[in-house]
């Protein structure tokens, strides 16, 4: 069974801490600060591979982490920037969000053409070394920053395949016959149903011009309720810019031809009634074994239609190269593969990752604070340290944190607790 649908998790790289150090040299008894940077966090970013052409890669690994940055070294060393994780994806993937289904980006349009990736998080900034925080009245800072931590996030990936073309039908119509007939494909072709398990492309060399041919697994009445292999495998027409509606003229499994073309229809319309919309074209195959009264009515629903029609043989391959020649001539007349836009914007999602809430639960008259962004500066402080400390106050009270401990109604005196750094509240 084809993989193509998952859902990741994604973290990119923290940055390195600064470092806290002092010049140690022969001769000099209070050398200056000069504990450098840290590096950046590794990012995370995603690069169309060709060779791929399902998500099978995420069946065993679904969690992808960068690398941190090297924490900062004294002499003011920078600390090393983390290597970017790079993960290849299948052409034709949309990232999702998975908890709204919406889209964050197609990997098929041109922003990604032309640069080659995406870049969905950036890595943590490393943190400022304790050189930056020399002062003239300061001239020894006890503290450094630490790195920003990096962003983290799961995402859906899916894959819609890139094919101009897509053969839909019942079971053991012809579509894997009609493939096989224009491509180098090799698809399994049988009698019984459901042979194609899942859609298989190819790529066809027409005098009018090439194009991709996909089949998809055939569809039954009901198909969109999960019945047969299901209308899952629609998805990967979506892109589609004509469907080709594969259909046993012969009615030699007992069903009416003309029946079974509106039977697809509907199941493409339960799917996605945008489908109905896309140019469509009639292979009748099977004429080998089809009544003159079959082709007769055929032709007339076509023409009612204004759909083309073309009548076949693909066991033989006879009349398939006409179908082909018709599908380049059409395509050349419509517009691009579909590309699919943006419908949540990723800077919006980090804006929201780092927006965190800040949370004040009071018991036994101890204050607990709880905010994401507090994390790194809570690590990065030496208590020990007067000035260290007086850094920490000035961060609280610019993120609003002795603000919002008024409001719950805090005391001089009282005591405050984030993420274990344990003070008395004066203002
Ligand atoms: N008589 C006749 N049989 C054909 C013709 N074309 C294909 N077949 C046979 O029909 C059967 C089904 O063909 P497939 O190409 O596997 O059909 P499919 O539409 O891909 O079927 P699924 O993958 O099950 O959806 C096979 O036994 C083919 O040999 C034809 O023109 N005439
Ligand atoms: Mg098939």
């Known amino acids: 069974m084809i993989f193509d649908r998952v859902t990741i ?6 940055g390195g801490n600064g470092c806290v150090s002092f010049r140690r040299e022969k001769y000099v008894s209070h050398g200056g600060p000069d504990g450098g940077d ?11 591979d060709e060779g791929k052409n399902t998500l099978l890669d995420f069946k065993y690994r679904r969690k992808f982490i960068a690398s941190n940055g090297e924490d900062g070294k004294n002499s003011r060393f920078h600390g090393k920037n983390a290597e970017n994780l790079i993960i290849p994806l299948p ?3 949309l990232i999702k969000d998975p908890k709204t289904g919406k889209i964050i980006k197609d990997m098929s349009d041109s922003d990604v053409a032309s640069s080659g990736s995406f870049t969905l998080l950036k890595g943590g900034k490393g943190g400022f070394g304790n050189t930056h925080f020399a002062t003239p009245t300061r ?3 006890n503290f450094a920053k630490a790195g920003i931590k990096g962003q983290e996030m799961e995402i859906a990936l899916e894959l819609k395949m890139l094919a101009d073309v897509g053969l839909v039908g019942m079971p053991s119509a012809g579509k894997s016959t009609i ?4 491509s180098s494909a090799k698809p399994k072709i049988a009698d019984y149903h459901f042979t194609t398990l899942s859609p298989i492309l190819g790529v066809v060399e027409a005098k009018a011009g090439g194009y991709v041919l996909a089949d998809i697994p055939g569809l039954i009445e009901g198909a969109h309720e999960g019945l047969g292999l299901g209308h899952e495998f629609l998805r990967h027409i979506d892109r589609c810019r004509i469907l080709v509606n594969v259909v046993d003229a012969s009615g030699s499994e007992g069903r009416d031809p003309l029946d079974d073309i509106a039977t697809i229809n509907n199941e493409l319309f339960q799917y996605n009634p945008e489908l109905l919309k896309r140019p469509m074209i009639i292979a009748a195959n099977k004429i080998d074994m ?9 032709q007339k629903y076509a023409d009612e239609k204004n759909l083309e029609i073309f009548f076949m043989c693909a066991g033989i391959g006879e009349g398939v190269r006409e179908l082909s020649e018709a599908i380049a001539a059409r395509l050349k007349t419509l517009p691009p593969l579909k590309v699919f836009e943006p419908e949540l914007d990723i800077s919006d999602i980090k804006d929201e990752l780092q927006d965190d809430e800040i949370t004040i639960t009071v018991s036994n008259g101890v204050f607990d604070v709880k905010a994401e962004r507090l994390v790194n500066v809570v690590n990065s402080i030496n208590f020990s340290d007067r000035e260290s400390t007086a850094y920490f106050q000035k ?8 603000d919002a401990l008024e409001k719950k109604g805090i005391k001089e005196g009282d005591t405050v607790n984030i993420y274990g750094a344990e003070f008395e ?3």
């Open 179 to 182: 493939l096989s007939v224009l």
């Open 395 to 402: 961060v609280l009270r610019r993120a609003g944190i002795f």
């Open 91 to 93: 052409p034709g993937t």
């Open 38 to 48: 840290g590096g950046r966090g590794g990012d995370i970013i995603f690069r169309v």
């Open 9 to 14: 998790y994604v973290k990119a790289g923290n």
């Open 290 to 298: 089809m009544s003159d009264e079959n082709k007769k009515r055929l």
């Open 139 to 141: 001239q020894t800072p």
């Open 425 to 427: 509240y004066y203002k």
